[in-house]
């Protein structure tokens, strides 16, 4: 029966667990990248506003129907639904339509600006993907585990260098009792 009792307790203790973790964690985290990319979209906004820019530029509808795309979809990004996303655009059709940044109308400083928006939107999606949440842990937690691995391999190499140069100094001093190498 006291066996019993303990196997409940921690079913219960996993249950509030996976509540806390997949509902008001993950609420947070969906809610901190939209603050994220709200906030890259106003910051555009200031810009072109005080540079006085053209609202109805092509390329900045682009860049902000893009990060509004991203508030949109940020209830349901997962990180096999982004790779599946590379691979459907690694098959489309290759006669997609150009980039708006590459026309040569556009003003530097403005190209300056949305390639920057969105360079911080592709670093702020994948820091939500891939660095928050379940499968962050895990990666944080793997490359923990490789650059552990590294340092111990050259603490290796460095001590068996040191040994030998001990063996070298050793050796031209003529001490007995050392081993040749």
């Not at 810009?47 to 991203?70: C, H, I, V």
């Not at 460095?158 to 040749?180: D, N, T, Y």
Request: aromatic share 10%; net charge positive.
């Amino acid at each position: 029966m006291h066996y019993n009792f303990a196997i409940f307790e921690c079913l219960v203790s996993l249950g509030l667990l996976a509540v806390i973790w997949f509902v008001l964690v993950a609420r947070a985290r969906r809610d901190d990248f939209r603050c994220d990319i709200r906030r890259i979209r106003d910051r555009l906004f200031d810009f072109m506003w005080e540079n006085g820019y053209d609202f109805s530029t092509p390329a900045y509808r682009k860049t902000r129907q893009t990060l509004n795309g991203l508030i949109r979809v940020s209830n349901s990004l997962t990180p096999v639904g982004f790779l599946l996303s590379f691979v459907v655009i690694a098959v489309s059709d290759p006669r997609d339509p150009p980039d708006d940044l590459d026309n040569p109308a556009l003003d530097v400083k403005l190209k300056g600006a949305l390639r920057q928006s969105r360079h911080e939107a592709i670093t702020v999606m994948i820091r939500f993907v891939y660095l928050s949440g379940l499968i962050g842990v895990l990666v944080r937690f793997l490359v923990v585990a490789l650059r552990a691995a590294h340092a111990a391999i050259k603490v290796e190499r460095m001590g068996i260098r040191k040994a030998e140069q001990f063996l070298a100094i050793a050796h031209s001093f003529g001490a007995p009792g050392v081993c040749q190498i």
